[in-house]
């Protein structure tokens, strides 16, 4: 058995026990990642005009490599990356194996996976629990809205709620779809083929700015106020990710849980999605996809329930990771 194929058949034993951890890192080799988990960083106490860096980071214990100091041509965001297509992947892929020094986490500070991509698409009512809770019918045709490429902010940054314009920000854990080339009218069967791999979104929403009444019911301001879409800790490629619509999304609030579904529950499958969006829209490398949010969101709980400063927001997806956000 290759050593790939026995990483990947001890990938859910990692995932699922902490205690594994010890004993199943023998098997890895030291500078081999059990998966390819891109992460956007810049040092702790950096200076200089253009600290931020591409890295592929350790599943074992979060340590990162440092795509720049293996090959100095290495882009330092995950957008160009991409552009650069299939050849800079196995490039990466290549210089991840030689690779033998690594940062540690805790000397770097994680910035968003991705950066300033050329759009956030999001799907609407695509969990049929979230339905439910809003005595909604499930929607046959699928319906989006976007939010901004620059309401995007880190795993493990603050979320901003600005007193004065919003008093109500809840909170939607959702997985995201990061797409890997330029994609025009595919069908759902090579769908996937667009798809470079997947991250947490936290899709914080201002219910106020919801309304039917507010903003001629235009969601705008409802999804796209600043710092409104944590992402991170990492984009996991799509290889590594044994199902997309087999993992777990639970979204805490101070510690205490709010959202805990599996996947398994989306209306709209992830190839559906990318094939309907591809008709309507060119979709491009790095581009975002937020593909829904299960029961437990505030808006729906009795009584209602809204995120206030102070408040910590901890978001996970089984396979991917954890992200912490504060509200401030
Ligand atoms: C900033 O960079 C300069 C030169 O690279 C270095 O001498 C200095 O110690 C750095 N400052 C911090 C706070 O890291
Ligand atoms: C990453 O590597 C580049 C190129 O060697 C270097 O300039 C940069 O400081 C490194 N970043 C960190 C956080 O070590
Ligand atoms: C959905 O229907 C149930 C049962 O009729 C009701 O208790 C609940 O308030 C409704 N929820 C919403 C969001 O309308
Ligand atoms: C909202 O409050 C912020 C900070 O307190 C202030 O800078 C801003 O001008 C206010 N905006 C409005 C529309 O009142
Ligand atoms: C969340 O869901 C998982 C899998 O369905 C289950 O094992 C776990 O007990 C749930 N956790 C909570 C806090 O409800």
């Not at 992460?39 to 979060?62: D, M, W, Y």
């Not at 992830?270 to 581009?287: A, C, F, H, K, Q």
Request: glycine share 6%; hydrophobic share 35%; with cysteine.
């Amino acid at each position: 058995m290759s050593s790939t194929s026995l990483n990947k058949l001890l990938l859910p034993l990692i995932f699922s026990s902490r205690l594994t951890l010890t004993i199943s890192s023998r098997q890895f080799s030291k500078s081999l990642p059990s998966t390819m988990r891109f992460v956007q960083f810049k040092p702790l106490n950096g200076n200089g005009s253009n600290p931020q860096r591409l890295g592929v980071q350790l599943e074992r214990n979060g340590d990162i490599i440092n795509l720049s100091t293996v090959d100095p041509s290495m882009p330092n965001n995950l957008v160009q990356f991409l552009e650069g297509g299939t050849e800079l992947i196995e490039k990466a892929k290549r210089l991840v194996s030689q690779c033998k020094s690594m940062i540690k986490l805790s000397e770097v500070e994680l910035l968003p996976p991705v950066t300033r991509p050329d759009k956030i698409l999001c799907i609407a009512l695509n969990y049929k629990d979230h339905c439910d809770e809003q005595n909604k019918t499930y929607p046959e045709t699928p319906f989006f809205f976007n939010k901004f490429p620059s309401t995007i902010v880190g795993p493990f940054s603050e979320v901003t709620c600005p007193a004065n314009v919003t008093r109500y920000l809840d909170w939607e854990v959702e997985l995201a779809v990061i797409i890997g080339k330029r994609t025009k009218n595919v069908k759902p069967h090579e769908a996937m083929d667009a798809v470079f791999g997947y991250t947490i979104a936290q899709d914080i929403s201002a219910r106020d700015w919801q309304k039917p009444t507010r903003n001629g019911g235009q969601w705008l301001f409802a999804k796209s106020l600043d710092t409104f879409c944590p992402l991170g800790p990492s984009v996991v490629m799509k290889e590594y990710l044994q199902d997309p619509h087999d993992v777990t999304l639970t979204c805490r609030v101070n510690g205490q849980t709010k959202q805990n579904a599996s996947s398994s529950n989306m209306l709209h499958k992830i190839p559906n999605i990318v094939s309907y969006l591809s008709e309507m829209i060119t979709l491009l490398p790095g581009d975002v996809i937020l593909t829904g949010t299960p029961a437990g969101v505030g808006v729906f709980r009795k009584p209602i329930e809204s995120l206030k400063p102070g408040d910590v927001v901890e978001s996970e997806i089984s396979g991917i990771g954890k992200i912490q956000n504060k509200i401030v």
